[in-house]
């Protein structure tokens, strides 16, 4: 008797899927035309003509976003469609207003204007070059947890740099600063891509141990002390930078992001009540007797009576928190229009720190809303690439920089609208910085190459058409 059995070789294939590539080049085109005509507005309202660079800023803004379009196009063709049409977004129109403001003789007079716009879109260029080199370099996110310690004493170092003499800068009271000829660098912002990525790979490996607590301390579940010491490492790291940097926006950067980032990883509510209240004792014991912290909160509590001891000429008081509120008030539901707000009056901060003071006032309550909703929608597509993550250190990587991002808007908005004290931190894409800028188009390429492999078709078996019969003879 003899049977014949067929036998074929498998390899494997994806299924096609809509890459969306499409839909973020359309996306894109408006990030782009929105931004000009903002700035042909601005011209408008200001010399009553269309600005002289127009057409050179246009083609600026469109050159860098469009070789950004092509280059995840190419390395991440998967990854999420709105996220780079947001953040050009913002950028752009963050260009506008830093050149609105260029245009300020009161700013002209103070030296504090009349350049910062053409340096920043050598920013922009900067920062969507990074983009690039993350996108074809960083081929697996997942590369990145190789180096969870390097990133740890990465991270240091960049926090401690600003402490060392002759190269730290004291900037408006926070050593945040170092200095590099006649550029000044704010290390804080790649720290912070770094100690994500030192979260993730180290809570990932953790999770289980301090998941299942052992002890209880008034009611909140608390690991081993083996697996406690890092997180009292980074909060004491927290209170150092508060203290010997006077940077109260990037402790509570730091310190927030990890608790986000330790319960997700541990799914213990009890952390974040941990979390908080660490903060808060080391927030209030440094306030105790650092004198800049309590500048900012006592302009925080009574902003009127800080500008009227400023207009006194008082040393140490500040008249911004005031002003900021005055430019929201006077912007109302629709604002003054742009180019014809006062917002420079703010002087030096205008076009970094309290640059969202110029959206109220000449956007008013509408268009601050508007440019919150774009924050909420970066930090919404992040959160949703953590949840379309198929590895755990993806998950965590992209829940850290999305939330990461997240307090970074809500501590400066926060601080400018008089909800928190004044942290001395940028805005977003918004601000006047290359620091801040740069940094923040890297951990938007890591998020689309996160969110590539999430997206991307799993491999299915499909019979190889090359496959041989093999004929067996059975007795």
Do not use: C
Not at 104 to 123: D, F, H, N, V, W
Not at 180 to 197: D, H, N, W
Not at 231 to 260: A, Y
Request: zero cysteines; charged letters at 15%; hydrophobic letters at 50%.
């Amino acid at each position: 008797m003899s049977s014949t059995t067929n036998t074929s070789a498998h390899h494997t294939s994806t299924i096609g899927a809509p890459s969306r590539r499409n839909t973020e080049l359309v996306l894109l085109v408006f990030a782009v035309v929105v931004p000009v005509f903002a700035y042909a507005n601005v011209g408008l309202a200001i010399d009553d003509r269309l600005p002289s660079g127009l057409l050179s800023y246009g083609l600026g803004l469109g050159l860098v976003a469009g070789v950004a379009h092509l280059v995840v196009r190419k390395s991440a063709p998967y990854a999420d469609p709105l996220l780079l049409p947001l953040a050009t977004l913002l950028n752009g129109l963050g260009l506008v207003v830093i050149w609105r403001l260029d245009q300020s003789e009161l700013l002209q007079s103070i030296k504090q204007a009349g350049t910062a716009a053409p340096r920043q879109l050598m920013y922009t260029a900067m920062g969507v070059a990074l983009f690039v080199v993350v996108l074809i370099f960083l081929k697996d996110h997942r590369v990145l947890q190789r180096y969870t310690y390097i990133s740890m004493v990465g991270a240091l170092f960049l926090l401690l740099l600003p402490l060392v003499p002759g190269l730290g800068a004291n900037i408006y009271g926070a050593k945040i600063w170092i200095r590099v000829g006649s550029f000044s660098i704010q290390p804080g912002e790649f720290a912070k891509i770094a100690l994500a990525v030192f979260f993730s790979g180290f809570l990932m490996v953790k999770r289980d141990a301090l998941a299942l607590a052992s002890r209880r301390f008034m009611g909140l579940y608390l690991p081993r002390g083996r697996d406690l010491g890092p997180i009292l490492v980074v909060w004491f790291l927290s209170i150092l930078i508060l203290v010997f940097e006077t940077d109260l926006g990037t402790s509570l950067l730091f310190f927030g992001m990890f608790v986000i980032v330790l319960y997700v990883a541990t799914e213990r509510t009890s952390w974040i009540v941990f979390g908080l209240l660490m903060s808060a004792a080391g927030a209030v014991g440094v306030a105790a007797f650092e004198p800049h912290v309590q500048q900012r909160v006592q302009a925080w509590l009574d902003p009127m009576r800080e500008y009227m001891l400023s207009r006194q000429g008082v040393v140490g008081h500040s008249e911004q928190s005031m002003q900021a509120l005055w430019a929201f008030g006077s912007g109302g539901t629709l604002g003054t229009g742009l180019g014809q707000g006062r917002s420079d009056l703010i002087r030096f901060a205008s076009n970094s720190d309290f640059i969202l003071a110029t959206f109220g006032e000449e956007l008013g309550l509408t268009g601050i809303m508007a440019i919150l909703l774009i924050y909420g929608l970066i930090v919404e597509r992040g959160v949703r690439t953590a949840l379309a993550a198929r590895d755990p250190f993806g998950k965590l990587l992209a829940i850290g920089l999305s939330g990461a991002f997240a307090l970074q808007v809500f501590v400066v908005a926060g601080g400018v609208m008089g909800l928190i004290p004044l942290t001395g931190m940028t805005m977003p894409f918004l601000a006047y910085g290359g620091s801040s800028v740069i940094a923040n188009w890297a951990l938007v390429g890591i998020l689309i190459r996160i969110s590539d492999t999430a997206r991307r078709p799993a491999a299915t078996p499909t019979p190889d058409p090359d496959a041989e019969m093999t004929q067996v003879v059975r007795p």
